[in-house]
């Protein structure tokens, strides 16, 4: 008989869990050591726990089904929580499997001695369960999947006593059923109709599962055939984009641009997503973004199938046949001389690849990536779904490892990059096709717009120092070098391309630092027109206050 | 009238908080703006936040007063979460102030949102508190200081809604009173008079506030007079030791060997220390380290002050007046050749400057540690009282910027310093007086150790590979130099030693990194007659039995 490891490891494998992203300690030595009893199960380490829980998210958001975690106690989970917080934002299922002490040294509050279910309850408010006995661990860890695979998919954390992993006599369990999530129902889809063919201004807001072709195509005939606007949420999952798929305008992160393009809608309609809201509050400024007076109804729940849905909606419209708008290939350019963020961004335009995965964690410095990746081929868009920066190079490791046949290309800015850089020796030790690039702008960026939307311009020199990340520079060319990633620091658009296409052509893990050492002012500059271009329709008050507002 | 913000940094400079190790985000953007509001308040910014906590961890120790921290919501909070746990098991008081949305904006569940007062009560199970209003937040901070500083010391987390941080019309609110704890009552003395007059065999167990200057030399006072052995903690919070101080041995981590320690104790006198238990559990062994029979007491608890309760015990014992034996000056000469673990131990002891700060997070490699310094200069000694690791580098960090004048001595292992490996960029652009060596075995040694205590000797190759830090290999000087420090690496004592003297002589941060490829059974043939000469009074047959436990 099998020791409850090793049932544990057979109970995954079965249930098409083949993936293992860990940072184990020594009470999680026997899962370790059984990893050699499961021929299916591949363990994937990382140095620290972030890099784990973040290569878990990016993992099941492309292979469509959860990887487990290995964590070592509550020290591990917290340092894993950041990017599990992301994955629950984004309803990415991760079977979280988090070691503790054999039950019975528990009562000694010995030196790593937390509580885990406290920490673990604020990513898994759904699934948090300690298995109490090498009996019960297979029905437990069943249970954890049918949890995270669920609809919405979720953070299941298993927590898993030393004793209970090391005991003889577990019988490993067969796997769950697939889920079959419910389509919405002839009331639901009625009221729709009415909404769209009231005459109002209507959009269907799409995110979470609804932001793949099927869904796109389905929401695009009805576009086509009802002249509904299509928006996707702010910070999409995973969502597909490219040449030959329809194009879908996400909801902008800053609240006064969002208010821009929410402005006219009357009846907005959900699917998977939630009304808009602003990322953060600001004096004197609305959190909510919808509109007054606009009627808010929703099409699917996160529960619910998606795309089954949005054909039945199509299907009841008689749009069903209709032609939808697709994004006819288009690419931008190459850049000229001296490096900018936006030229980065029209770079990966040109230069990206075909089938790619684009891991979108730059911030400030990804402003026009949107827009000169519109008409690139098609690909899959992976954002910050939590908003917890540090997810871009875990997440990037863990696509990669769900879909070694695609080139993923990561896009991060230079502070969210030191959270969990990490991950590169993770890339070098598993030779994984990622192209990193980091945006080195050495600051903050972000909190230099945001120290100003909150109110507090008058800033003092300790304060703006706390957004300053000069002194040192950071070299992320000698950082990837140390972990045993190729690298290349480029400062100009002619290098930048030279290494992006000596990346693309030669599969493994890179890092390009681009060094891009625009002033705030500059950046607002460049970024205006192309926000402008990006919203046609806008009335021109508002474009005039867009304006005064981005103005330096 | 000041803003929320600005009153809570004059309410915590009052109090003689004067740092804040902070990684802020917009909803601390008040907060920093107010940094410029208090010219007492120095913010020290990480790229990480578990380095913040760390470092204000370390700080503590060291300047015995708290620093506070500035965290990003629920995601900031789980990337300090790891060193919190260190400081919450070392009874450091830390105030830790974690932003939050602005108190209107969580009902929208935006991005960020999570629930971080059930994060917050894994590390800070005694103190956590939302301001609720800018009106309150000044008392709630100071509530906050009393917990954290109060006896024993401990993280008191204060949540921080953005709009109570820039409401306006705070006042802040006057320091509160020094805590005056209580000194063992005269009961409890006697009968602990009456246990060392037994003609048992007695041990005093100091932890905690216990191992500094005066309750050493009062512990030494009674061992001199009335034969009493002296224990330390396993991993002392922060430990004062080396010529002139009384020498006092540590309960080993290895549960077989502590057990040989305290084997013959028949009377455990605690002083702000708990009884040893083992680190984890392992099948078939014994968590409680504690021989039967042998009698427990607490002679001063963890809120009690145990300068006054130890020399109230030697005075009750006639032992005020006895001659204490300190420990003479001894170094152990410089190494020679091809490094190891152990010469870079002996290196250390032949090299540790005057009234230095030794941070030891080397784990396996720090095992001749002890020994190697006994001798050398006084110091104090800091270690990883939670065993989260990831604690050296920022320990040292806030050590450094406690004490300005002192030289920082951070050995850490290559597995550990990966956690926190950030913490190299504010030692760069803070220029602290930092020498971190890292050990570089290229594995977690450490687990290789424990997948045999634990009983899983029987590994196959995908276990082994979760504990191998080869493919590729780390290049710590890399690292370092790609965040401003400077750094060497070296692999013959000759260059350890020529690296050693550089940067004691030339004031600033510097990283060693020391090349140590040895195999297990090498470090264990190594280390055994260290360990054996470090306990004399070894019983035979248990001297054998270390001996084939330890054996290759």
Known sequence: MPNGAQALMKTLAD???????????TSEMHFVAAL?????????LALFEGVATGAADGYARMADKPAATLLHLGCGLGNGLANLHNARKGKVPIVNIV???ATYHTQYDAQLQSDIETVARNVSPGFVRTSASTAELCRDTVDAIVAARGYPGQVATLILPADVSWGEGAVACPPPPAPNPAVADDAVVAAVVAAVRSGRKTALLLGGRSLREPDLLAAARIAAHSGVKLLAEVFPTRMQRGAG?????????????????LAEIEELILVDAKAPVSFFAYPGKQSYLVPDGCNVQTLATPEQNTTASLEKLAAALGADKAQPQ???????????????AAKVCRAVGQLLPENAILVDEAITSGL???LMTAGAPRHDLITLTGGAIGQGLPSATGAAIACPDRPVLALIGDGSSMYTIQALWTMAREQLNVTSIIFNNASYSVLNVELERVGAEEAGPKAKSQLDLRGPVLNFAQLAQGMGVHSVRVTTSEELVKAMEYAFANPGPHLIEAVVPE??????????????????????PLANALKRKLAP
């Open 15 to 25: 249930a098409g869990i083949e993936v293992c992203f860990s940072n184990p300690g």
């Open 36 to 44: 050699d009893s499961e021929p299916r199960m591949r363990a994937v």
């Open 99 to 101: 070691g503790d002490h």
């Open 245 to 261: 798929l329809p194009a879908v305008e996400r909801v902008a992160y800053m609240a006064e641009m969002a208010g821009v393009q």
């Open 326 to 340: 697709l994004q006819p290939a288009r690419r931008p350019g190459l850049p000229r001389g001296k490096l900018s």
């Open 368 to 370: 026009m990536l949107s």
């Open 519 to 540: 002033s705030l002012n500059a950046t607002k500059r460049k970024i205006l027109p192309y926000l402008l271009r990006a919203m046609p329709k806008l009335p021109q």
